[in-house]
């Protein structure tokens, strides 16, 4: 009877594990998965935070008086969002799936002392308006100036220019108040649904011109959908100054592409110097093999010679150090030891402090990998090296000294990034600069800890290996 109930217990158990099993198909991350929309469907575009390479300091989309729905409703924020500072929220541009609409008037503002200054400050700052479409970043397609290249693209649209303006010599602000979206979407031809593959902008400085007074229905004569007039480049531009009027519009133009919507982030992703990175893990796996060759050598001629032996009894007090050559010293080691290790990485580095403070995407994760996995072997293989001379030169104190070898590389990464913010970024404000190097010093740290540990363990395998096939009697 017993045994009958096991059977049964053992069989409910089996069952309700198939069932979770099946449940556990189902799941999908949150915003992941695909969405369908008809002919006609609403389509919500969300605003994301302000951001400038110049200052790296996000500011929230209404921070500057732009338009705004009746109600202003944060958006749900995953981890990612959360860490990168994102700020999503509704907005007032809505359309129709797969439903051309040209000039739309979103909102007429009269800018006044406070409107002109910050909307001045952040052209000044070069801040971008970032916007979001079925989870997909709104992007500015960037044409390359070599033929046949394919497009790649930036990150949202200026607030606006500081420019030259018809002969004057005299710089002025002007804003972008037009925006041409482009939406670009896959069809299933089973069920005429489509997917959002793509969410693409150009945007216009237009002075825009009515008849009669302002009542919010006015037909514009800058761009009309009746006359089929749009806007081109060629328009005169919206200033920025006190008590100017600036009316916001926007086209939508819906393109049919043969991008699927598993696909649909490779053209954002797209990496136009991919052999650069090929080119620095070469170079890489070259260093490590001739360091791989030493070590090989150093741990052949150890087991080939006969095993050391004591002619005497172990001393108790600890041996004197002799004198040791220049280049041998604890200083002038570390500091050769974290040269190759930081070699490795330092191509990879340039491309993520781009995609952090230059606002570009990042996504070769595989190159990546390919780089730490040649971190770690370059950091092992070069303390297990001078650890080597170290023990020759009858140096035992090899503890601290191998963790800082190898560790040292993260003061050239520091270094590295000094070089990086004075070349590469345009950072003028003291807070934004104290941001930058605040975080690249944590970072440095980070990596220190990382390459010391790979040294000091490298180190510590290698002292056992050698000493195991001594024999002391």
Avoid at 219 to 247: F, G, M, W, Y
Avoid at 268 to 292: G, K, P, R
Avoid at 376 to 385: G, L, N, Y
């Amino acid at each position: 009877m017993m045994a009958n109930r096991s059977h049964l217990g053992f069989h409910l158990w089996i069952c309700a594990f198939l069932l979770l099993s099946i449940h556990g198909l189902s799941f999908y991350l949150p915003g992941v998965a695909p969405q369908d929309f008809f002919k006609g469907d609403k389509l919500r575009v969300k605003v994301n935070k302000l951001a400038s390479t110049k200052t790296q300091l996000p500011y929230s989309y209404y921070s500057i008086p732009y338009c705004r729905p009746n109600k202003i409703v944060d958006s749900a924020e995953n981890l990612g969002e959360v860490l990168r500072g994102d700020r999503i929220e509704n907005s007032p541009y809505e359309f129709q799936m797969r439903v051309p609409e040209m000039c739309n008037v979103v909102c007429r503002i009269v800018l006044d002392d406070k409107t002109t200054k910050e909307f001045k400050e952040k052209i000044d700052d070069e801040y971008r308006v970032n916007m979001i479409l079925d989870n997909l970043p709104l992007v500015v397609p960037m044409t390359r100036l070599e033929k046949d290249s394919p497009i790649i693209y930036q990150h949202g649209f200026f607030v606006g220019r500081k420019i030259q303006y018809a002969g004057t010599k005299e710089e002025k602000y002007f804003i972008n108040n037009h925006l041409t979206f482009t939406v670009k979407y896959h069809k299933d031809l089973q069920t005429d649904s489509a997917r959002i593959v793509g969410f693409e902008v150009n945007a216009f400085s237009v002075k825009h011109q009515y008849d009669g007074d302002w009542t919010g229905k006015n037909r514009l004569t800058t761009c009309d959908a009746h006359a089929k007039r749009t806007v081109t480049s060629s328009d005169p531009p919206q200033e920025v100054e006190n008590k100017k009027e600036v009316i916001f519009t926007y086209d939508v133009d819906f393109q049919e592409s043969d991008i699927k919507w598993a696909s649909r982030w490779d053209t954002y992703l797209l990496m136009a110097d991919d052999q650069v990175h090929w080119f620095s893990i070469v170079n890489s796996l070259m260093i490590v093999l001739f360091l791989s060759g030493m070590v090989a050598m150093i741990i052949y001629i150890g087991f080939k010679k006969p095993a050391l032996e004591d002619p005497v009894k172990t001393n108790k007090i600890p041996r004197q150090i002799p004198e040791q050559a220049w280049y041998m010293s604890s200083a002038f080691s570390i500091l050769i030891g974290g040269i190759l290790p930081f070699g490795a990485v330092f191509i990879e580095l340039f491309f993520i402090l781009t995609s952090i403070w230059l606002q570009q995407f990042y996504y070769i994760f595989g190159f990546l990998f390919i780089v730490f996995v040649i971190l770690i072997v370059t950091c092992a293989e070069i303390t297990i090296v001078l650890c080597y001379f170290q023990l020759c030169s009858e140096d035992y104190l090899w503890w601290w000294r191998s963790y800082l070898t190898s560790g040292s590389s993260a003061l050239y990464l520091f270094l590295y990034t000094i070089f990086y913010f004075f070349t590469k970024l345009n950072i003028t404000k003291p807070v934004s600069g104290i941001l930058y190097f605040g975080y690249m010093l944590i970072a440095s740290y980070a990596f220190f800890v990382l390459t010391g540990t790979i040294g000091f363990y490298a180190c510590f395998w290698f002292t056992r290996l050698i000493y195991s096939s001594v024999k002391i009697d």
